[in-house]
């Protein structure tokens, strides 16, 4: 797993996990154009807040919680 700056933007319709800055654990998005989506399919803009300080891609194949879902469709 490579993981990348919290300053470097994921590329749309990847799924990643984000490690927090104060080593307390670790979140879950979905990225897409206009932002990223958490494993329950709250929409936040960006991951790169101060919570944050390195993410990596999560294997292919890989589903988060809420997807599948009907009252969350995918926003891409």
């Known amino acids: 797993m490579d993981w990348h700056p919290i300053?470097?933007?994921?590329?749309?319709?990847?799924?990643?996990?984000?490690l927090y800055n104060?080593?307390?654990?670790?979140?879950?998005f979905l990225v897409h154009?206009?932002?990223?989506?958490?494993q329950n399919g709250?929409?936040?803009?960006?991951?790169?807040s101060d919570n944050f300080e390195?993410?990596?891609?999560?294997?292919?194949?890989?589903e988060l919680?809420?997807?599948g879902v009907e009252e969350h469709p995918l926003p891409y």
């Open 33 to 38: 154009d206009h932002g990223v989506m958490d």
């Open 7 to 18: 300053t470097t933007k994921p590329e749309s319709g990847k799924r990643v996990v984000a």
């Open 42 to 48: 709250d929409e936040y803009s960006s991951i790169g």
């Open 22 to 28: 104060d080593g307390s654990g670790a979140a879950l």
């Open 54 to 62: 390195k993410w990596a891609y999560l294997p292919d194949g890989f």
């Open 65 to 67: 919680h809420f997807e």
